[in-house]
């Protein structure tokens, strides 16, 4: 799929609001990941430290639901730059166990967990209005932000799964998923 | 009982007149999908997943309630019902919150399977995230409203086949939920006889056994043609 000089198709991958279980799966993938590698060039990837997300990316798997306002910009920001992206996971997929705070207010859990709980609260909020993402007030899927090309359910997706998509990607040919490789949960 | 034909599917089915177009077409090796219908129950049309086209008739037919005829020309794959019946399970998953990956039916789930062999692979409609308390009074088993997709098998079986009608239905629209005695918490209800059918004819992680964890819930759903084929026609599959 990739017209690159070296033959490398660009690889990137983010993560909002989830564990980071889909990353652990991808790693899971076990020796493959050697495979991989000779076909993908990792451009950005919490895994490694790479501050900006880059230009120009073939395919970005993002992990995790939109729970914030860090996660909108960035997802808009990752759709903006990338040919292909891909829902990750169950989080990103239907907002998952992320998204069991939708029927709470924003409001009363910052005040449960900060005002309530243990240690100094917060003491106004425009002292952290630029450092700490504001908390939307329903965690979303990813494709209720960004238009979404491949949708990979599973929590984590099980590494066949995953190795499955993304060979069946990088081949060139259309993801098309067995019904036991496209369950939520 | 006289036998009519009919066609499903181009092809020629005979079936007892009695029967429903969904039996017709189960025997004949036609699989329509369904989540509110049960062997043994009362069939309610309620979930709408097994709707079929027939020939000179303007809408969709539950089959599951719509009696066979002869000369009747039958439809259950199509493009058009297969883009309902996966609209059909993406708003279920839309209406309360179904998270499979902390259900105690993860990987049993009808809901959960039905949904992966249809293509659902995302809800194209906004998730209702519905606050919907748990009832956990009960001594046995719990109720979980958030995993209900209010096919009512439950209630049928509490009614039909215990006796106890004990569990009913209340409200209308997004209001709709499953009660225990007249509305009471599970526990204070005296009908209940703690059978435990309910439970285990339920599609989906909404009733449990009491102590469950994630994917560890299993149902066995023969007890009901057991127990019905035993009173019923005096015959006992030992074996099964």
Redesign the interface.
Known sequence: MTTRQNGKVRLATAWFGGCAGCHMSLLDIDERIIDLVKLVEVVYTPIADIKKFPEDVDVTLVEGSVANSDHVREARDIRKKSKIVIAFGDCAVTGNVPALRNRLQVDKILEEVYGGGPGKPPSTEEQYAEVVPVLLSKVIPLHQIIPVDIFLPGCPPDPERIWTALTALLQGGPVALPPEMRSFG | MPVVTLTINDKLVSAQSDKTVLEAARDAGFEIPTLCHLEGLTPRGGCRLCLVEVEGVPRLLASCVTQVQEGMVVRTETERLHNYRKMMVELL?AER???????VM??H?EL??L???L?V???RY??L???LPVDASHERNTRDPNRCILCARCIRVCDEVEGAHCLDMMGRGIHCNIITGMNQEWGKARSCTACGKCVQVCPTGALFKKGSSVAEMEKQREFLIWILDGRDKKVWHWSR
């Open positions: 998953l919150n179904h998270v499979c990956a902390v259900c993860n990987g789930c959960q399977s949904a992966a062999k293509g692979d995302h809800v906004d998730y995230c519905p606050d």
